[in-house]
């Protein structure tokens, strides 16, 4: 789903004391730490190009198209983090990781790409601010976590700017798909209509509806777990601090 809901437990690394219990091999460590990288530099790409579009126009509308290429790419390569899973390389839930994951690629291309009447609403640059910022923080911590050396900094991070980050992202979302609706509407987009050959039908408008009302269960759900693992995490940290 959203910016922060990435943050639970989503693929391709799993938290550091499931790794500490069994961890992946020396070659699947290597590998990890490889594609960790590649996603952390491909999101930083992302986020220089939204600044220097920003400088060298002076407005934030329509900063999408200055990043569509790099988003579109790095934010399908995270379909690989549900082949970690599957394999075992890590010992996150593939269907959650799936979820999570495949909803930000619908986002981008079912919606987004789709829909180009959206691509310059504010509520685009929203989501794709705070997805940005929150996977710079979540690949560079399972970077630093693979190689045992961990900045309490990026810990810090990876468990407070959700608290933001995730909101944020999720408001972008149901707004871009709201945006959507009378395009879909008006034109009929991936709606199969009956009679045909097939016998079926498809309303991509409602579907995108059911999108949207499946928000109200989920945030709640991804959003207190997160608070739940942020104390669980940082709570003894800062507790230990408050005694010194």
């Known amino acids: 789903m959203s910016a922060a809901a990435q943050g639970t437990s989503k693929a391709g690394h799993g938290d ?5 219990k069994k961890g992946p091999g020396a070659l699947a460590t290597a590998y990890l730490v490889i594609y960790n990288v590649v996603m952390t530099a491909g999101w930083l790409v992302i986020a220089v190009g939204l600044v220097r579009a920003y400088l060298a126009r002076g407005s934030y509308h329509g900063l999408y198209y200055s990043i569509e290429k790099p988003l579109k790419f790095f934010q399908t ?5 549900i082949l970690h899973c599957a394999v075992g390389i890590v010992p996150s839930s593939v269907v959650l990781t799936g979820f ?13 790409h789709s829909v180009r009447e959206v691509q310059s609403e504010d509520s685009v640059l929203l989501f794709v601010t705070a997805w940005t910022v929150t996977e710079i923080i979540r690949y560079s911590f399972y ?50 209509t009956l009679p ?19 928000y109200i269960p989920l945030f709640p759900q991804l959003y207190f777990h997160m608070i739940r693992q942020r104390k669980k995490v940082l709570g003894h940290t800062e507790d230990y601090s408050k005694v010194e």
């Open 16 to 20: 550091v004391a499931s790794r500490k």
């Open 77 to 81: 390569g995270a379909l690989l983090e």
């Open 100 to 112: 999570q994951v495949m909803s930000r690629v619908f986002l981008t291309w079912a919606v987004t």
């Open 143 to 192: 970077t630093f976590s693979l190689l045992n050396h961990l900045p309490y900094l990026i810990k810090w991070a990876r468990y407070t700017f959700f608290i933001v980050l995730y909101p944020m992202g999720v408001s972008g979302e149901l707004l871009t798909i709201y945006a959507a609706l009378p395009y879909v509407q008006k034109t009929g987009l991936y709606s199969v």
């Open 196 to 214: 045909n050959k097939y016998n079926f039908s498809f309303d991509y408008y409602a579907f995108l509806i059911l999108v949207m009302i499946s």
